[in-house]
């Protein structure tokens, strides 16, 4: 496995590979990093996996100087995962100069956790597509549990033509029920047991939509409502459909309930289809 720092090195080394598939991390890597790789390895010669904390995409109040950074223990898991090429450069080196030139997501970048976190999107579409570039891959993992940011993400490479498919992975899980994630970390031992209720709001709204319920904005106050009766800050519960994250209409059959909460000070994401029967 290579461990690459510069964005020349990068290119010259993948010159010597015929095609590569790319899994783009910010690294502090647990089980659901190691299925995207798994998902990516059979589908090219090379793996690549960067490993960046991109600055860009956190607000002034977020987490950027305190998200867990583990690059050895990273590379590790990597290594054993037969990974390739770890792409891991430094701030400079992404962003050698004020980045003035911005990807400008739709109105998608505005809602659900674009309204909660104004800017995100921005800087996550920047980094991917600079990343893109520097990495020139045919295809790209990103896991489902960051719905929107597969969406936004899914949709700049349509737009722009990008000669790149983008590979949704489903959402790994602990055996009961929560969503990895790096920022679990942050939860106390209350808090990590109580974290699961996210996921079962989620599925109980799940199958009320699935026995034939419609009145979405019921189910949603409902899931709501059960967070913060709970301890929980709820920014949103809510029904979209799969395709672009609009309010359903009637006869919409492929829906997502998505949800993001506060519970202490850590901030949780979670989703979950809904494909009804024709």
């Known amino acids: 496995m290579d461990i690459i720092h510069f964005v020349a090195d990068l290119r010259a080394r993948l010159q010597r590979e015929p095609n590569n598939v790319f899994v783009p991390t910010m690294g502090n890597l647990h089980e659901g990093h190691i299925q995207l790789i798994d998902i990516a390895k059979p589908r090219a010669a090379c793996t690549v996996v960067s490993i960046f904390v991109n600055r860009l995409q956190f607000g002034p109040q977020e987490d950027f100087d305190r998200y867990p950074r583990t690059f050895e223990a990273d590379c590790k898991r990597l290594r054993d995962a037969g990974v390739n090429v770890v792409f891991a450069p430094d701030e400079k080196e992404i962003y050698p100069e004020p980045q003035t030139f911005l990807v400008e ?19 996550v579409a920047t980094v991917v597509l600079k990343l893109f570039n ?13 719905y929107q ?18 590979i949704p ?8 029920g929560l969503a990895l994630s790096s920022r679990n970390g942050y ?9 699961p209720r996210l996921y079962r709001t989620l599925r ?17 106050l409902h899931g709501m409502s059960q967070l913060a009766d709970n301890g929980w800050r709820p920014d949103y519960v809510t029904v979209r ?16 309930v998505l949800a993001a909460a506060r519970l202490g000070k850590t901030r949780l994401i979670d989703n979950v289809e809904v494909n009804l029967e024709p």
């Open 204 to 220: 109980e709204a799940q199958a009320e939509i699935m026995a034939g319920a419609c009145d979405f904005q019921r189910i949603e």
């Open 187 to 195: 939860l106390s031992a209350e808090e990590r047991i109580e974290a």
């Open 241 to 256: 459909r799969q395709a672009d994250l609009q309010k359903p209409a009637p006869g919409d059959r492929e829906l997502v």
């Open 134 to 146: 520097m990495v020139s891959p045919h295809s790209a993992i990103f896991g489902k549990k960051d």
């Open 149 to 166: 940011q597969y969406i936004v993400l899914r949709d700049m490479v349509r737009q722009f033509a990008l000669p790149i498919e983008i």
């Open 105 to 123: 997501p739709s109105d998608l970048q505005h809602i659900l956790d674009g309204a909660a976190r104004p800017g995100h999107f921005r800087g």
């Open 169 to 176: 992975a489903e959402t790994v899980r602990a055996p009961d």
